[in-house]
């Protein structure tokens, strides 16, 4: 896809959220199945819900501006979670892996945020008003992850870590 105007950078980058999305949907089994402690692993679960819901909430952004839900190769994401996944792997005190995970769900929370603020802010200039609530759901879902994630870590699970 030519990118010609902010309209076409808009679609482009709706593409890279919905691919990162659903990326992001079939890589959280494996998080939660790393996860030892019970309420990383019920974040785990419960983010993999919401995703699902920011996924059809995607799907509907893209109706509003016409086009057909698709999503568009993110090299980003993809290592984003490739990195996690390396580190994962090499991770053997269970404390240390959860630290990790939390880190590593963290970068994920904070792409899908710069990504999400810049798509609202694109809404707005371009007009596509009924895409703005969609999108500003989806960005306080993932605050409200990465939030948790970080009172996750700060209150106990660094500590066990370190």
């Avoid at 016409?66 to 993809?78: F, Q, R, V, Y």
């Avoid at 904070?110 to 809404?123: N, S």
Wanted: aromatic fraction near 4%; glycine fraction near 4%; charged fraction near 35%.
């Amino acid at each position: 896809m030519a990118i010609k105007d902010l309209n076409d950078l808009f679609e482009h980058t709706l593409e890279d959220i919905y691919f990162a999305e659903n990326h992001i949907h079939k890589s959280l089994p494996k998080m939660i199945e790393k996860s030892t402690n019970a309420s990383l692993k019920k974040l785990f679960k419960d983010h993999r819900t919401e995703t699902e819901g920011q996924i059809e909430r995607l799907k509907k952004v893209f109706d509003v501006i016409g086009k057909k839900a698709s999503g568009e190769e993110c090299p980003a994401i993809e290592g984003i979670v490739k990195e996690a996944e390396e580190l994962i792997d090499e991770i053997s005190d269970a404390e240390t892996l959860d630290a990790a995970l939390i880190a590593a769900a963290q970068a994920v929370e904070h792409y899908e945020i710069t990504r999400y603020g810049t798509l609202l802010t694109w809404a707005e200039v371009l007009g596509h008003d009924e895409a703005i609530n969609l999108l500003r759901d989806n960005i306080e879902e993932e605050k409200s992850a990465d939030s948790k994630l970080t009172r996750l870590a700060e209150d106990k699970l660094n500590q066990k870590a370190a």
